[in-house]
């Protein structure tokens, strides 16, 4: 460098365009990262397929191009979860390996490809077209930078009334998300909580047990990933239209999600709703027996305050008691890490002596009432009100508990069903299933009439 270039004063020009190659270079280096760091990494792709031959093909071999152009060392497994049509065939052809789960269900197939992949990383998507694929290396860079330990495709910034029902698009899914959040303590900021788009360490994911069978496969997942402390992002990724019919039910399977959420977290969804209800209901019913305006009449506020209170101390006890039912529930299936504290039976007697004390409570109110009535200097009318209305619900509540013993049957889990498999398929195609022993899906074992596990993967 000459004197004169040494000298020479840096205009604003030169400025800008020293940032602009520096700007360059940090993006230049940052793309060698992400090769490095894509390059070698092991992953499968997963997809649930039920009657999908129109996009199971297409989506096999987008998969397979996206991780082969990012150097990864990749493969797909299709789960067939009881197909009619030539999706099997579409798969295999496509450079797909192809397992059969025999129990339906969104959830159960997942679970099945899951346990089936041997590489580290596991990316699920579905096999109807929609998902971004090519969208797989950004996925699994948050993984392999150590920045998270789950990554989802959220695909509602580029969702549109074509691609995603507006009632999906504005009210389930962030009814669901809101749910999620709520059961985990808000520990996630995630917008998309139903996207079937995700990666994650296989092996993390078999740690957490994960049990349903359906659609709310995708809520569980969540939220005992946030319980076990996993860091979850989201990467914004492409939505498009739908290849063929969907399989989604809008209403059961949101009622599948709300019951996944309230058996995992029952305290979120039952117990503080039940409190307050109950704590709001003895509120109102201190302050309307107080009350010197109306004297509990008909039309005045003490009596709007008794009538809001006998319903809501009717409401407020038998959610808490479900919120008790439901906590059980999620306890003896093995749905949430603690063990079970309370027995059944024990819960149940609770229930009911809880049921008889509340009886016996309203009939010695209606006693109460009864002389009252005959002496009527023995209790004011606001007070008389308030108490009439605390008959009313302890009886009502007191009756349900009472006969707890007979929901006792409804608390006991029935075995799945399977599915059957096609003996022509069965022929054509080799797979393996996975096997049901003492309850338990976790265990895999070759069918006698299929090929032996190496040459599955070879498939």
């Not at 998969?63 to 493969?75: I, V």
């Not at 159960?108 to 694929?133: C, H, K, N, P, W």
């Not at 899914?173 to 788009?197: C, E, H, W």
């Not at 003895?282 to 005045?300: D, R």
């Amino acid at each position: 460098m000459t004197i004169a270039e040494s000298s020479r004063i840096e205009t604003p020009v030169d400025v800008f365009e020293r940032k602009i190659e520096d700007l360059e270079q940090q993006r230049s280096d940052f793309e060698f990262t992400d090769d490095h760091l894509l390059h070698g990494a092991t992953v499968t792709v997963v997809f649930p397929c039920l009657n999908e031959e129109l996009a199971v093909g297409s989506c096999v071999t987008t998969a397979l191009e996206a991780m082969r152009s990012a150097g990864l060392d990749g493969s797909v497994i299709v789960v067939d979860n009881g197909s009619t049509d030539n999706s099997a065939r579409v798969a295999t052809e496509a450079g797909a390996a192809l397992i059969f789960e025999q129990v339906p269900g969104y959830g159960a197939a997942l679970r099945a490809g899951i346990d089936a992949a041997q590489s580290e990383f596991v990316v699920m998507a579905d096999a109807d077209g929609t998902y971004e694929l090519s969208a797989i290396p950004r996925l699994l860079l948050p993984l392999l930078n150590g920045e998270a330990d789950m990554v989802l495709g959220q695909r509602l910034s580029d969702a549109t009334a074509e691609t995603m029902p507006w009632l999906h698009r504005y009210v389930g899914t962030p009814a669901i998300t809101y749910l999620v959040k709520k059961a985990t303590k808000n520990k996630m900021t995630i917008r998309d909580s139903q996207s079937g788009f995700r990666a994650f360490r296989r092996q993390e994911m078999l740690e957490l047990n994960l049990s349903s069978t359906g659609m709310e496969f995708a809520s569980e997942m969540l939220i005992r990933s946030s319980w076990a402390n996993y860091r979850i992002q989201e990467v914004n990724t492409k939505y498009a239209e739908r290849i063929g019919d969907s399989k989604l039910s809008t209403f059961s399977d949101g009622l599948r999600h709300l019951r996944q959420i309230l058996l995992l977290s029952p305290e979120t969804a039952a117990w503080i709703p039940g409190l307050l209800a109950t704590a709001v209901a003895v509120l109102l019913w201190l302050l309307a027996a107080q009350s010197t305006v109306g004297l509990g009449q008909v039309g005045s506020l003490s009596w709007v305050a008794d009538v809001v209170a006998g319903i809501l101390s009717i409401i407020g006890p038998l959610v808490l008691c479900a919120g008790l039912v439901l906590r059980y529930r999620a306890e003896s299936l093995g749905l949430r890490s603690a063990h079970v504290e309370v027995p059944i039976e024990s819960l149940i007697r609770k229930f009911f002596v809880w049921g008889v004390a509340l009886v016996v409570a309203s009939i010695l109110g209606l006693v109460a009432l009864l002389i009252s009535f005959h002496h009527a200097d023995l209790m004011s009318k606001p007070l008389s009100a308030s108490l009439s209305s605390f008959v009313i619900s302890s009886f009502v509540v007191g009756i349900v508990l009472s006969v707890a013993p007979l929901i006792a049957p409804f608390l006991i889990t029935s075995q799945r069903i399977r599915l059957p498999i096609g003996e022509d398929v069965i022929e054509k195609t080799p797979l393996f299933f996975r096997s049901e022993r003492d309850s338990n899906f976790d265990a895999q074992e070759e069918c006698n009439i299929c090929l032996n596990q190496s040459a599955l993967r070879e498939a």
